[in-house]
Nanobody
Framework: VQLQASGGGLVQAGGSLRLSCVVS????????INWFRQAPGKEREGVGC???????????YYLDSGKGRFTIVRDNAKNTVFLQMDNLKPEDTAVYYC????????????????????WGQGTLVTVSS
């Protein structure tokens, strides 16, 4: 099982980025895929999740600040989950990670990082004011 995150970079406030998480070693739509982020000096926090197709690919967004701005999309043909981030703010600056615990639904407890066995390497997003 491998996950590879990419797509980060430097963007001005109000701009957009689309992060990609390419997965291998398992059937993409068979399990939930999560996005997390970790800002400097802060704990890693859940951003959002897309569940397996068994749960109708339901999405959950864990950050109040991200609701309406962040969208998670899955492309099974590309083995990729995307995190589309719009209207970015300086406080969105962080390293973003994708991860999976090979669970089916999205967890009610994204802070339980021990549930996620497999992590991508992280991609840095920097939002300038």
């Amino acid at each position: 099982v491998q996950l590879q995150a990419s797509g980060g970079g430097l963007v001005q406030a109000g701009g957009s980025l689309r992060l990609s998480c390419v997965v291998s070693g398992f059937t993409l739509d068979g399990y939930a895929i999560n996005w997390f982020r970790q800002a400097p000096g802060k704990e890693r926090e859940g951003v959002g999740c897309i569940s397996s197709n068994i749960f109708d690919s339901a999405r959950r967004y864990y950050l109040d600040s991200g609701k309406g701005r962040f969208t998670i999309v899955r492309d099974n043909a590309k083995n990729t989950v995307f995190l589309q981030m719009d209207n970015l703010k300086p406080e969105d600056t962080a390293v973003y990670y994708c991860a999976t615990g090979l669970l089916l639904p999205c967890s009610d407890f994204p802070e339980r990082l021990e549930l996620y066995n497999y992590w991508g390497q992280g991609t840095l997003v920097t939002v300038s004011s």
